[in-house]
């Protein structure tokens, strides 16, 4: 797997879709991709403007042929939830057919996140889906930023954890939580899988973004940071457990340089390899979401 690291250090990528401006604070990233059994792809992003123009105002799902070039379906907004931000979504197609959107929403004058779904039969329904809370959080936990994924009816969650009982300006810290469902509306949550460790690229935090099972171990593309200063600048690492409950990092952080984001890594697996959308800023400042196509080793398999 570290040749998905080394594809996002390597900088040759392709545009996907544009942040809505340039400059600082213009985001369009956070991806979440699915490839339907039909060959198509599937996308849903986060799309964001400064803080004083609106933060996180728009969820996005995208459908396309080649995995390039997209189509928007279905726009969810930060009015419709009433909250002051939206952060990364997690599109799944379920087991029965029908599609779930998992939505990070940002409370009002406050550093809480919670996370709901939205189900609906196809993509295009799913602003209008049938709603429910799936991490509520409280005063001492914020939660967004989940990974998802459904096999043979189990269902799995990387979840980001804020703890908030620092105060907002220790708000940032961040570590990813694993938890299992039956319905992925109902989660047990069984502890940390993945936290900062002190000294290192990621000090400050560390968050799941995609996970690859293979050749019978599990692997984790991740956001890190070493600092405060360093939130919205995360960059990429890679870590590896023997289950999906641990993870131990062993490489990053990519790129070398601080201050340039390259994050919120989704992988899609085809037949041949795998293509990594991403988060990266751009050289105004602007964060745009990109893309890189990784062929896969001879003889590896893979199942997610």
């Keep these: 797997m570290i040749e998905l690291l080394r594809a996002l250090a390597t900088g040759a990528s392709d545009l996907v879709v544009e942040a809505p401006g340039r400059g600082e604070g213009f985001w369009a990233g956070g991806p979440s991709s699915v490839l339907a059994d039909d060959g198509t792809y599937w996308?849903?992003?986060?799309?964001?403007?400064?803080?004083?123009?609106?933060?996180?105002?728009?969820?996005?799902?995208?459908?396309?042929?080649?995995g390039l070039s997209f189509?928007?379906?279905?726009?969810?907004?930060?009015?419709?939830?009433?909250?002051?931000?939206?952060?990364?979504?997690?599109?799944?197609?379920r087991p029965d057919g029908g599609w779930r959107l998992y939505v990070s929403c940002s409370t009002l004058g406050s550093k809480h996140w919670w996370v709901e779904a939205l189900d609906a039969d196809v993509p295009a329904a799913l602003p209008g889906g049938k709603r429910t809370m799936v991490l509520a959080g409280d005063e001492q936990v914020a939660w967004k930023d989940v990974v998802v994924s459904v096999d043979d009816a189990t269902w799995r969650m990387w979840a980001c954890r804020h703890p908030l009982d620092g105060g907002p300006d220790r708000a940032d810290r961040m570590s990813t939580w694993y938890a299992t469902s039956d319905d992925g509306l109902e989660w047990d949550l069984h502890g940390p899988a993945l936290t900062p460790q002190p000294d290192t690229w990621d000090a400050r935090?560390?968050?799941?973004?995609?996970?690859?099972?293979?050749?019978?171990r599990w692997w984790a593309v991740y956001d890190g940071r070493r600092s405060a200063e360093e939130n919205w600048r995360?960059?990429?690492?890679?870590?590896?457990?023997?289950?999906?409950?641990?993870?131990?990092a062993v490489a990053g952080p990519v790129p070398d340089r601080a201050g340039t984001a390259l994050r919120y890594t989704s992988v899609v697996t085809t037949r041949d390899g795998y293509r990594l959308y991403f988060e990266a800023t751009g050289p105004d400042g602007a964060h745009d979401l990109r893309s890189v196509y990784v062929p896969r080793p001879s003889g590896a398999s893979q199942s997610l």
């Design 43 to 66: 996308l849903a992003h986060r799309m964001r403007r400064p803080v004083d123009q609106g933060r996180g105002y728009a969820n996005v799902v995208s459908r396309s042929d080649d």
């Design 71 to 93: 189509e928007p379906v279905a726009t969810v907004t930060s009015d419709q939830f009433a909250c002051a931000s939206l952060e990364r979504p997690a599109l799944v197609q």
């Design 205 to 216: 935090g560390t968050r799941v973004a995609a996970v690859i099972r293979q050749d019978g």
């Design 234 to 248: 995360e960059r990429s690492g890679l870590a590896v457990g023997h289950g999906p409950d641990q993870f131990t």
